[in-house]
């Protein structure tokens, strides 16, 4: 992407009141993101679901600085900065109204012209889910995708590491800044990761691991792939959120059944009793619905 153009994009994230949906229909009005600082507030003002409240802090010294300190950060830490409307910005997620305007990614990933797959599910994976997720990740290495997951306890870091396994492209998507690894134990796996895949988020350096941060990581996770996997799942958590999102993208879901009596497999029940998943009895299922 044009620097100056990605410099003004991380301006407009800096400006409060104005998130990615808001942002991208600045953009598609004025042409770029530096035309929109060029624009009178009195015409983005006129801009439907655009007001006065929305600009009013646009034009803040502030939000340059902080832009520029972001951008030194980026370049220090070699954190590539994807452009919503560049050629390399990952294919699915373009088409997300509520994907991010700048993604940032460290690592060596790929993400033309390979099949993405989303693996989430409990962080209290059992001895059962363990097995099929592992066989999961072997049945797809043949179509050679891009194992996405949350980076997380449990299911997330062993779709990850059985990704690692058989030679596949893993990414990591972070609740916070790509400066910072959790959890902490995890360390370990970030270089094994960065050679074979990498990570990605759209908070700054500047932010912190909170647990309100996971909404926002989680739409990455379903945004960037065609299919999520729900390995298991008790009957509310994070991973039925990251494939209730997956829906409303318009994607495909799969879950795991288990016994009805086990807690580890009421939420992957309920989303295939719903008919909001498709029923994975074995590995092979996958492809052949993925055709």
Known sequence: MNPTQLFYALVLQAVPNIGDITAKKLIHHCGTPEAVFKETKANLSKIEGIGTHTIKHLHE????????????????????????????????????????????????????????????????????????????????????????????????????????????????????????????????????????????????????????????RNRLIAGLSEATIVIESAEKGGSLVTASMALDYNREVFALPGRSTDSQSQGCNNLIKTKSAHLVSTPADIPYILN
């Not at 373009?94 to 599910?121: A, R």
């Not at 990704?163 to 800044?177: F, P, S």
């Open 61 to 216: 010294t502030k939000h340059l600085k902080a832009a520029e300190k972001e951008l030194s950060f980026m370049e220090k830490h070699k954190i590539q900065g994807l452009y919503f409307e560049d050629t390399q910005y990952p294919f699915k997620l373009k088409h997300c109204i509520d994907g991010p305007i700048v993604l940032f990614q460290k690592g060596t990933i790929k993400w033309d012209h390979t099949p993405i797959i989303s693996i989430v599910g409990t962080r209290k994976i059992t001895t059962y889910g363990t097995s099929q997720c592992e066989k999961i990740v072997e049945t797809l290495a043949a179509f050679n995708p891009i194992i996405v997951s949350g980076f997380a306890y449990g299911t997330d870091i062993l779709a990850h590491k059985s990704a690692l396994k058989h030679q596949l492209q893993t990414v990591g998507c972070m609740a916070q800044g790509l400066q910072n690894t959790y959890p902490k134990q995890h360390l370990k796996f970030r270089h094994l990761i960065e050679d074979q895949g990498g990570f990605v988020t759209d908070f700054w350096s500047t932010a912190v691991m909170d647990p309100s941060n996971f909404l926002r």
